[in-house]
């Protein structure tokens, strides 16, 4: 029996593709994960295509566990995002790669054979939601074949999705989603791949791998940047959370930063040594470990996980950032759960949660209850870096629907251990103080940092780009660029700062320097200073470092405020890692010279080129 698709107002080709295929619309969530076992009292299923040539091609496996789906992909390879997954198949202006360029031929082609290959599908599923919010999203559809339920499922609890029974009659999607698996293989050499192809009132965006990261996830980050690109506004690549003091003060951290730069743990709780303690460091060089008490901590009420709606509707009056989640779901990466007890809260709620979860990248066996910290194996001994389950944000105990005004903006930086005899770049302090014209040059540079667990990729200093959200944009970067600053223009009530995690220097800390900063900073409940109170970074380029910081009466050491002052670092080892850090930055910025660069950003970076003292950044962007 053909589903009614009288509410829809389709594109001539997607009302072909559905025109002769049995189509499933989603009548719950209930109904998508029973889609994402897409046989009939199954406890397994294998997501599996015919590939000519190469006959049944197992991509994925799901199991039926008793709090979720466990989703575990054959290959390695498709357990994290390959950064260069994103192609632009259109001739809207773009800095990124073209199909064309990548490829040596025009896309058209291969469109229309995805269009064949999904009208030659005996079912398919079509799941209408909103990129973005409903009152400023894009309303679009995914087309994908029916055994892909769990990407289906997945993308729902992401994204959002309508009910069958409440779709509106005239629902003109002004974006898809074409899913089609086996392309991976028949076209691209076993690369994941997703194609944007932008036209005036449509952007169509073709997925052909089944991981969610660069589909369901960053491409649909890459529908609203591109309408915000449009438009004149952003969505940025951040976390938010409201802390809620000891002393019922209210204070709302926003954190930037690349993949593995710390957005999603800057909501998370702090985490303990089994006896209560909270262990702050250890130093690679002696082993010296450094404990400290803390028994009341603030409570913690998440906003955003990964992507802030920044819409100018939200801004009004306020002269502070205004933002809002831009999903309904978070994509959690678990790989710091190891061991039982790691993180309570999130284990809790992941073995026995209000509704299953789909899990991804996490040994689940049919009627078992999948355990966070039991990661699928890439190879004997090596656990995959990339564990992830998705996580609907309304499960999430205190969480914030509303807008909020944002007090302090910060930027995560993954950084490498550093010494005096083997210096890099990890000399970023605990915690810096950033003039608004260097909190923009770090979101231009937005570096990706060390040993990221997220995506395919090589280790080293590289570059995320513009606002850390680049490798999800779609058009050019000095446009980005000029967006990131207007708003750092619009709203100078929202003050700004630089915070590193994995290591402070000699000392491995992980994400333990982060949550002691946001301790502080909300404690302190602003981020204005008297002079003095300041003292200039060694390094002009990490603005600010306070002389001393204590977080309910004990003192952070020296050493990880200043690096240069650790005996294993001291300042031959610190100087060499900042002119690593200043080489990186001036050669990353070489790609915004350029006349559509406002002129206010053509001077920044020309004070960064010449080298210029922190005051000479605040000067020319007062706050």
Not at 400 to 428: A, C, H, K, L, W
Request: hydrophobic share 40%; charged share 25%; net charge negative.
């Amino acid at each position: 029996m053909a589903t009614d698709l009288s509410k829809f107002e389709l594109p001539p080709e997607l009302d072909e593709v559905l025109r002769n295929v049995d189509v499933i619309l989603a009548e719950s969530r209930a109904h998508l994960l029973e889609l994402t076992f897409f046989e009939p009292g199954a406890d397994v299923v294998e997501v599996a295509y015919e590939v000519p040539g190469r006959g049944r091609v197992v991509e994925a496996t799901v199991a039926r566990c008793k709090n979720g789906a466990a989703v575990n992909y054959v290959e390695p390879y498709m357990r994290r995002r390959d950064p260069e997954a994103m192609v632009i198949a259109d001739d809207l202006p773009t800095d990124k790669r073209t199909y064309v360029e990548r490829f040596g031929k025009p896309f058209e082609p291969v469109r229309d054979e995805t269009f064949q290959w999904l009208r030659d599908q005996k079912r398919l599923i079509v799941l209408p939601f909103f990129s973005g919010d409903k009152k400023n999203g894009l309303p679009t559809l995914l087309v994908a074949p029916d055994n892909a339920g769990f990407f289906v499922a997945g993308l729902a609890d992401l994204q959002g999705f309508i009910p069958k029974d409440e779709i509106p009659h005239g629902f003109k999607p002004q974006a898809v989603i074409y899913l089609a698996p086996p392309f991976r293989h028949t076209h691209f050499d076993g690369r994941q791949l997703v194609i944007h192809y932008r036209q005036p009132g449509m952007h169509e965006l073709f997925s052909y791998n089944l991981y969610p990261g660069p589909s369901a996830k960053k491409g649909v980050y890459g529908i609203l940047l591109n309408v915000g690109e449009q438009e004149g506004w952003t969505t940025l690549h951040s976390s938010a959370v409201r802390l809620i003091t000891p002393y019922d003060n209210e204070f709302v951290i926003m954190h930037e930063g690349a993949s593995g730069g710390g957005k999603s743990e800057m909501t998370q709780a702090m985490h303990r040594e089994p006896d209560g303690r909270i262990k702050l460091g250890e130093d690679t060089v002696t082993g010296e470990r450094l404990y400290l008490e803390l028994l009341d901590t603030c409570e913690l009420h998440p906003i955003t996980d990964d992507m802030a709606l920044a819409h100018p509707s939200l801004q009004k009056d306020s002269r502070r950032l205004m933002i809002e989640d831009a999903e309904a779901g978070w994509f959690l990466r678990v790989d710091h759960l190891t061991e039982y007890g790691t993180e309570p809260f999130l284990e809790k709620l992941c073995i026995n949660p209000p509704e299953p979860l789909i899990f991804l990248n996490i040994d689940g066996k049919p009627g078992s209850t999948v355990l966070l910290w039991e990661h699928i194996m890439d190879e004997p001994d090596k656990p995959c870096p990339n564990p992830r389950v998705i996580m609907p944000r309304h499960f999430i105990e205190n969480n914030v629907s509303e807008p909020v005004q944002v007090d302090v903006r910060s930027f995560g930086v993954r950084t490498p251990p550093s010494t005096r005899e083997q210096p890099n770049y990890g000399i970023i302090g605990m915690l810096h103080i950033l003039p608004p014209a260097l909190a923009w040059i770090w979101r231009l540079v937005a570096p990706r940092g060390h040993s990221n667990p997220s995506i395919v990729t090589a280790e080293g200093l590289t570059s995320e780009g513009v606002g850390s959200y680049w490798p999800f944009a779609t058009g050019t970067k000095v446009r980005h660029a000029n967006l990131l600053l207007e708003l750092i223009q619009n709203t100078p009530g929202t003050r700004y700062v630089l915070i590193p995690n994995q290591y402070i220097g000699a000392y491995k800390v992980g994400f333990m320097g982060e949550w002691m900063a946001r301790e502080w900073m909300a404690r302190r409940g602003s981020l204005r200073f008297r002079p003095g109170q300041l003292v200039e970074s060694r390094c002009p380029l990490l603005g600010y470092t306070l002389p001393s910081l204590r977080v309910n009466g004990q003192e952070m050491p020296k050493g990880f405020l200043r690096v240069h002052e650790q005996l294993e670092v001291g300042v031959e080892g610190y100087d060499a890692g900042a002119e690593i850090l200043r080489e990186f930055l001036l050669e990353e910025l070489k790609q915004f010279e350029s006349d559509d660069l406002v002129p206010l950003g053509r001077r920044i970076i020309d004070l960064c080129r010449n080298n210029a003292g922190v005051d000479e950044y605040w000067d020319v962007l007062p706050q």
